[in-house]
């Protein structure tokens, strides 16, 4: 299906101020069938164990008034932007240059991060937050692999992403095993699961293949909040230890690093070596994945989010390449749990959440299919946007929904709309993102 | 007949359902021959080309080809992606397969996918970055470039495939199929949607690849000018049968021939009546 | 052998409740051909809309239960297939023809719309409902003081869902409406040649089964005299599992696998584990899937080479 075929015609679109009356009307009537019960009452359990409500007619009022108005102010946006083409929203000289600024983005926004720790050594939060946002590139880096490459979409990744969590933080608490030891096995063992789990499933295509990978995600999580005796069930494990820098604690014992290093301890010494070993971790997911695009196993993936048919015409099994694409994606996903679960010294089964694997896939998919520096944008823009909701707690999750829907509405093909061929000729030119496939799978 | 078959079908059926697309259908392919398989629409053919590239696996009858040194290999017990790695037969699509997000050259890339893997140590020594590897992916672009020169693609090597007119596309997937260095080449539909001058084009190249690679080609054509222009030997189906076979003068003049393309569309058998004389 | 009599009693209650949802995946994904990652809290709001016009109908005097029930019922269906519609409008139409993906991950940031909305709305606490229909007959009285139970709310649930599905199925086979639907389920170029409109066609599909789930969702709130805002997305998964059991695009086959459902989870957990019994119904998904994608009902896809 081509997104050039069967648009309506702009001309087509009626203007004038009764017809936009007319819309926001029935808008706004809409809105008031739809808010009536759910916002203009308010039901609680009451102290008897009964029900009790209240009204809430004037939120009502102001709910549906909003949707009048929001609905006049973007049918006029609309009219006044004039009849748009849904792939081109970006003008086109912002794309090139945008294009333009992606060549030096990349190493300046690396040379920034690098930075960070020096330019906000005091401001924990922001240092904390940067910690986030980098596990969340590593995340989407890793899942881009499986989603972005290989094209097969992938619903249940945080499953690995808890593997690698609980793998470092039973290891750890139950045989003593450092860091750096599990490190290596986390990720093993998550390629290993995704093995198992990709066996079977890589024959089904599409939507099947992602409801069951999202089934597979449930099922670890049920069965971590279920068998206690292993995982702690719902309360989690705690008392992880910390990473070390290489057999040296970050405390502020004789042995810690500071009292070697002769300077006076601060907490924020391992924040910052928090920091900078998830951008090693990170930065490592990224080149062995520049590195496999480039090998035949990675043109084979992205051959395969291409056509699968055409693929087996040439002689490329797609079952083990499939494998090895989930398997590569769960890995780096397993990478970072382990280090999620160092940094947090907790964890707990509510991490794992389908919401994360969401969250995830929506950073891929926003940062456009297979572009490594629009998932690291589209990290940073997501999970700051998500920040910035703190304080809204409740709602967050409610406009995180509500972004997730504009943005596909927006920029189905995410931010970065080109894909850079893995070898040329001549001419190192970007591919349109129109013509690039993305998968069945 | 005899001689040197590279492919013989050997009572070939195929069921869908209660349907019978093919029945009992024999034929050979020779070495270093072009081998033109015809008919009317929805005779059959497409469904004897999926079963002799493992997209189908037949419902009875053998299929066996023969290599150089005289390995027999029985496609029919082979499937998927092992006839084009074991059994080196390479195909095209009737309706154009290739990667459109991909540029021409990755497209040869991909194609030469397996032998890339054992040169890349299974990606290990690949990763690492070593000599041996490098050496054979240089080896491995040499080989596209040489492809896309000989389909006349060369200046369009890096744009993305599916920017290219219908034309190239056709001839890049013919290059991309040459590219996993096949015994068998098994053409469905080449000329399609070319005009005169292409399609004149195609002759030519698959000519060359027959003289040059020594590579057989078997092709199903509905464009009668490549069929008698280029075939050695025209096998003819209708309804799942082999109605005639020989050579594209002899098919011509069969009075059978002519009346399944008289009763399948009148414009049709014109032109096979019309075409090479 | 009582035991099993009650199992078997409660898993067929359970699984029209099931099958009810999931032939709104059914539905929607035979004609658009995506999964509705929002229907799971399409029948949420369902229970919660069922909910509120119950409290209000109470508190304003009315007493007269069945009429209570039908106007409940009626409210619901109402309201929760505007709420399908407008899902459909804002989140999916503008998405008809663009990248596979986008509609789906535009249907999962619906779903967390959904979810956090009557989050945020309603709070976040369980809300029970004191049991509305009570009583029922003592089937069979065991030896060990063990009695086979049907309650007349499951009376009442299997007798709705047979009724709505009756209503469906004369809905789907005999008017024009249905007749429009499955021309777009098997080819909406053409049927839109042929003077169908698809557009409304599709919003038809959404509000059908929105209408659907508002009726799971009332049953839901009946039997288990309880709603809260998460119950959507379990009971989603497992619904679309039914969907794909009974062979996706199926009508009957979503029933069908609803029950299967039903009776797979509530044995299960009668008779293994309770704990487990989500994990049951989604590897029995997987299972699915692997050996036989059709299902029970679906028609075999056919590689086009």
């Given at each position: 299906m081509s997104a050039t075929s069967a648009r309506p015609s702009p001309a087509a679109q009626p203007s004038g101020s009764a017809f936009i009356l007319k819309k926001a009307l029935i808008s706004a009537l809409v809105a008031l069938v739809l808010f009536s019960l759910m916002i203009g009452i308010r039901t609680e359990a009451g102290p008897q164990g009964g029900l009790i409500y209240w009204t809430r007619f004037g939120d009502l009022a102001a709910l549906v008034g909003t949707v009048f108005g929001g609905s006049i102010i973007v049918e006029l946006l609309r009219q006044w932007w004039g009849p748009v083409d849904k792939d081109s929203i970006v003008p086109k000289p912002v794309q090139s240059a945008f294009s333009f600024a992606g060549r030096w983005l990349a190493p300046a926004l690396l040379v920034f991060t690098f930075l960070v720790p020096v330019i906000f050594y005091n401001q924990r939060y922001i240092l904390d937050l940067s910690i986030l946002v980098l596990t969340y590139v590593m995340l989407g880096w890793g899942l881009n692999v499986v989603v972005g490459l290989a094209g097969l979409l992938d619903l249940g990744y945080v499953a690995f992403y808890a593997v690698g969590a609980y793998s470092y933080a039973l290891l750890a608490t139950n045989f003593g095993l450092s860091f750096w030891v599990c490190l290596p096995l986390a990720g093993i063992l998550a390629a290993f699961w995704g093995v198992l789990l990709g066996f079977p499933v890589l024959r089904l295509r599409g939507d099947y293949l992602a409801i069951v990978t999202l089934a597979f995600g449930e099922i670890i999580r049920l069965v971590i909040i279920n068998w206690q005796s292993l995982t702690g069930g719902p309360n989690g494990v705690s008392g992880i230890p910390r990473p070390t820098m290489f057999g040296i604690p970050l405390t502020p014992g004789d042995d810690g690093l500071a009292a070697k290093l002769g300077i006076e301890f601060s907490p924020t010494h391992r924040l910052v070596f928090l920091f900078y070993l998830i951008l090693a971790m990170a930065l490592l997911t990224n080149w062995v994945t520049i590195r496999l695009r480039r090998l035949p196993i990675g043109r084979a993936w992205e051959a395969l989010r291409e056509d699968e048919v055409a693929c087996r015409a040439l002689g490329i099994n797609t079952t083990t390449t499939k494998l090895t694409a989930f398997a590569t994606g769960a890995m780096f996903g397993g990478f970072a749990g382990a280090f999620f679960a160092t940094r947090q010294g907790f964890i707990s089964p509510e991490s794992f959440t389908f919401q994360e694997s969401a969250l995830v896939l929506a950073i891929v998919v926003l940062g456009g299919m297979g572009s490594q520096l629009g998932v690291a944008l589209a990290a940073l823009c997501m999970i700051g946007g998500f920040e910035l909701f703190r304080g809204l707690d409740q709602y967050r999750m409610l406009v995180f929904g509500m972004a997730m829907v504009l943005l596909m509405i927006w920029r189905p093909r995410g931010l970065v709309g080109h894909r850079a061929p893995t070898v040329f000729l001549e001419r190192n030119q970007a591919i349109s993102s129109d013509l690039v496939k993305e998968g069945h799978g | 007949m005899s001689g040197d078959h590279i492919l013989t079908v050997d009572r070939l059926m195929m069921r869908f359902g209660g349907i019978v697309a093919v029945n009992e259908l024999s034929f050979t392919a020779e070495r270093r021959k072009i081998t033109a398989l015809i008919g009317p629409n929805g005779a059959g053919k497409t469904t004897v080309f999926n079963c002799i590239t493992g997209f189908y696996r037949p419902s009875g009858g053998a299929i066996r080809l023969v290599h150089d040194d005289g390995r027999m290999i029985q496609l029919e017990r082979l499937n998927d992606f092992r006839i084009s790695k074991q059994a080196k037969v390479a195909r095209t699509f009737q309706n154009i397969r290739l990667f459109p997000g991909m540029t021409a050259l990755e497209n040869l890339m991909v194609a030469q996918h397996n032998a890339l893997m054992r040169a890349s140590g299974l990606t290990v020594l690949g990763l690492l970055g070593l000599p041996s590897w490098r050496e054979a992916e240089k080896r491995a672009i040499d080989l596209a470039r040489t492809w896309l020169d000989r389909v006349g693609l060369l200046d369009r090597a890096d744009d993305a495939a599916g920017n290219l007119p219908y034309g190239d596309q056709r001839r890049l997937e013919i290059a991309r199929a040459?590219?996993?260095?096949?015994?068998?080449?098994?053409?469905?539909?080449?000329?399609?949607?070319?005009?005169?001058?292409e399609s004149g084009g195609l002759n030519e190249l698959l000519l060359s690849i027959r003289n040059e690679q020594g590579t057989s080609i078997l092709l199903i054509e509905h464009d009668m000018s490549v069929v008698m222009e280029i075939s050695d030997h025209v096998v003819v189906m209708d309804y799942g049968v082999k109605i005639a076979e020989g050579t594209p003068q002899a098919v011509r003049d069969d009075p059978k021939v002519i009346a399944a393309y008289l009763g399948a569309d009148e414009e049709e058998a014109i032109a096979v009546m019309e075409s090479g004389t | 052998m009582d035991y099993f009599a009650q199992q078997l009693i409660n898993g067929l209650v359970l699984g029209s409740i099931y099958g009810l949802i999931a032939i709104g995946y059914t539905m929607v994904y035979g004609i658009v051909g995506m999964i509705n990652f929002a229907h799971g809290d399409i029948f949420m709001i369902g229970g919660f809309i069922a909910l509120i016009s119950f409290l209000v109908l109470v508190s304003l005097g009315l007493t007269a239960i069945p009429l209570i029930l039908l106007i409940v019922l009626l409210v619901s269906m109402a309201i929760t297939a505007l709420y399908g519609w407008t899902i459909e409008r804002i989140a999916y139409r503008p998405l008809r023809h663009s990248f596979r993906l986008a509609p789906m991950l535009s249907a999962i940031g619906m779903s967390f719309v959904l979810t956090n909305f009557s989050q945020v709305s309603q709070g976040a606490r369980v809300k029970p409902v004191p049991p509305i229909i009570t009583g029922g007959y003592t089937l069979h009285e065991g030896s060990q003081g063990f009695a086979v139970q049907l309650s007349n709310i499951q009376i009442m649930v299997v007798l709705a869902t047979i009724v709505v599905l009756a209503l469906f199925t004369?809905?789907?086979?005999?008017?024009?409406?249905?007749?429009?639907?499955?021309?777009?389920?098997?080819?909406?170029?053409?049927?839109?040649?042929?003077?169908?409109?698809?557009?409304?066609?599709?919003s038809m599909t959404f509000v059908i089964g929105a209408a659907l789930a508002a009726v799971a969702g009332m049953m839901y709130l009946l039997y288990y005299g309880l709603v809260d805002f998460f119950m959507g997305f379990v009971a989603g998964i497992k619904a679309f599992t039914a969907a794909v059991l009974g062979g996706i695009g199926s009508l009957p086959g979503a029933m069908l696998g609803g029950l299967a459902i039903g009776l797979i989870e509530t044995f299960w957990s009668a008779y293994?584990?309770?704990?487990y019994k989500d994990v049951a119904a989604f590897s029995i998904l997987i299972v699915v899937l692997i050996f036989m994608p059709t299902g029970l009902l679906g028609r075999p896809e056919v590689e086009k080479v």
């Amino acid at each position: 299906m081509s997104a050039t075929s069967a648009r309506p015609s702009p001309a087509a679109q009626p203007s004038g101020s009764a017809f936009i009356l007319k819309k926001a009307l029935i808008s706004a009537l809409v809105a008031l069938v739809l808010f009536s019960l759910m916002i203009g009452i308010r039901t609680e359990a009451g102290p008897q164990g009964g029900l009790i409500y209240w009204t809430r007619f004037g939120d009502l009022a102001a709910l549906v008034g909003t949707v009048f108005g929001g609905s006049i102010i973007v049918e006029l946006l609309r009219q006044w932007w004039g009849p748009v083409d849904k792939d081109s929203i970006v003008p086109k000289p912002v794309q090139s240059a945008f294009s333009f600024a992606g060549r030096w983005l990349a190493p300046a926004l690396l040379v920034f991060t690098f930075l960070v720790p020096v330019i906000f050594y005091n401001q924990r939060y922001i240092l904390d937050l940067s910690i986030l946002v980098l596990t969340y590139v590593m995340l989407g880096w890793g899942l881009n692999v499986v989603v972005g490459l290989a094209g097969l979409l992938d619903l249940g990744y945080v499953a690995f992403y808890a593997v690698g969590a609980y793998s470092y933080a039973l290891l750890a608490t139950n045989f003593g095993l450092s860091f750096w030891v599990c490190l290596p096995l986390a990720g093993i063992l998550a390629a290993f699961w995704g093995v198992l789990l990709g066996f079977p499933v890589l024959r089904l295509r599409g939507d099947y293949l992602a409801i069951v990978t999202l089934a597979f995600g449930e099922i670890i999580r049920l069965v971590i909040i279920n068998w206690q005796s292993l995982t702690g069930g719902p309360n989690g494990v705690s008392g992880i230890p910390r990473p070390t820098m290489f057999g040296i604690p970050l405390t502020p014992g004789d042995d810690g690093l500071a009292a070697k290093l002769g300077i006076e301890f601060s907490p924020t010494h391992r924040l910052v070596f928090l920091f900078y070993l998830i951008l090693a971790m990170a930065l490592l997911t990224n080149w062995v994945t520049i590195r496999l695009r480039r090998l035949p196993i990675g043109r084979a993936w992205e051959a395969l989010r291409e056509d699968e048919v055409a693929c087996r015409a040439l002689g490329i099994n797609t079952t083990t390449t499939k494998l090895t694409a989930f398997a590569t994606g769960a890995m780096f996903g397993g990478f970072a749990g382990a280090f999620f679960a160092t940094r947090q010294g907790f964890i707990s089964p509510e991490s794992f959440t389908f919401q994360e694997s969401a969250l995830v896939l929506a950073i891929v998919v926003l940062g456009g299919m297979g572009s490594q520096l629009g998932v690291a944008l589209a990290a940073l823009c997501m999970i700051g946007g998500f920040e910035l909701f703190r304080g809204l707690d409740q709602y967050r999750m409610l406009v995180f929904g509500m972004a997730m829907v504009l943005l596909m509405i927006w920029r189905p093909r995410g931010l970065v709309g080109h894909r850079a061929p893995t070898v040329f000729l001549e001419r190192n030119q970007a591919i349109s993102s129109d013509l690039v496939k993305e998968g069945h799978g | 007949m005899s001689g040197d078959h590279i492919l013989t079908v050997d009572r070939l059926m195929m069921r869908f359902g209660g349907i019978v697309a093919v029945n009992e259908l024999s034929f050979t392919a020779e070495r270093r021959k072009i081998t033109a398989l015809i008919g009317p629409n929805g005779a059959g053919k497409t469904t004897v080309f999926n079963c002799i590239t493992g997209f189908y696996r037949p419902s009875g009858g053998a299929i066996r080809l023969v290599h150089d040194d005289g390995r027999m290999i029985q496609l029919e017990r082979l499937n998927d992606f092992r006839i084009s790695k074991q059994a080196k037969v390479a195909r095209t699509f009737q309706n154009i397969r290739l990667f459109p997000g991909m540029t021409a050259l990755e497209n040869l890339m991909v194609a030469q996918h397996n032998a890339l893997m054992r040169a890349s140590g299974l990606t290990v020594l690949g990763l690492l970055g070593l000599p041996s590897w490098r050496e054979a992916e240089k080896r491995a672009i040499d080989l596209a470039r040489t492809w896309l020169d000989r389909v006349g693609l060369l200046d369009r090597a890096d744009d993305a495939a599916g920017n290219l007119p219908y034309g190239d596309q056709r001839r890049l997937e013919i290059a991309r199929a040459m590219c996993t260095e096949p015994a068998l080449l098994c053409l469905d539909e080449p000329a399609a949607g070319l005009n005169a001058r292409e399609s004149g084009g195609l002759n030519e190249l698959l000519l060359s690849i027959r003289n040059e690679q020594g590579t057989s080609i078997l092709l199903i054509e509905h464009d009668m000018s490549v069929v008698m222009e280029i075939s050695d030997h025209v096998v003819v189906m209708d309804y799942g049968v082999k109605i005639a076979e020989g050579t594209p003068q002899a098919v011509r003049d069969d009075p059978k021939v002519i009346a399944a393309y008289l009763g399948a569309d009148e414009e049709e058998a014109i032109a096979v009546m019309e075409s090479g004389t | 052998m009582d035991y099993f009599a009650q199992q078997l009693i409660n898993g067929l209650v359970l699984g029209s409740i099931y099958g009810l949802i999931a032939i709104g995946y059914t539905m929607v994904y035979g004609i658009v051909g995506m999964i509705n990652f929002a229907h799971g809290d399409i029948f949420m709001i369902g229970g919660f809309i069922a909910l509120i016009s119950f409290l209000v109908l109470v508190s304003l005097g009315l007493t007269a239960i069945p009429l209570i029930l039908l106007i409940v019922l009626l409210v619901s269906m109402a309201i929760t297939a505007l709420y399908g519609w407008t899902i459909e409008r804002i989140a999916y139409r503008p998405l008809r023809h663009s990248f596979r993906l986008a509609p789906m991950l535009s249907a999962i940031g619906m779903s967390f719309v959904l979810t956090n909305f009557s989050q945020v709305s309603q709070g976040a606490r369980v809300k029970p409902v004191p049991p509305i229909i009570t009583g029922g007959y003592t089937l069979h009285e065991g030896s060990q003081g063990f009695a086979v139970q049907l309650s007349n709310i499951q009376i009442m649930v299997v007798l709705a869902t047979i009724v709505v599905l009756a209503l469906f199925t004369w809905l789907v086979s005999r008017t024009r409406l249905g007749r429009d639907m499955r021309a777009c389920e098997q080819d909406q170029t053409m049927a839109a040649l042929l003077g169908v409109d698809v557009d409304r066609t599709i919003s038809m599909t959404f509000v059908i089964g929105a209408a659907l789930a508002a009726v799971a969702g009332m049953m839901y709130l009946l039997y288990y005299g309880l709603v809260d805002f998460f119950m959507g997305f379990v009971a989603g998964i497992k619904a679309f599992t039914a969907a794909v059991l009974g062979g996706i695009g199926s009508l009957p086959g979503a029933m069908l696998g609803g029950l299967a459902i039903g009776l797979i989870e509530t044995f299960w957990s009668a008779y293994f584990s309770v704990e487990y019994k989500d994990v049951a119904a989604f590897s029995i998904l997987i299972v699915v899937l692997i050996f036989m994608p059709t299902g029970l009902l679906g028609r075999p896809e056919v590689e086009k080479v």
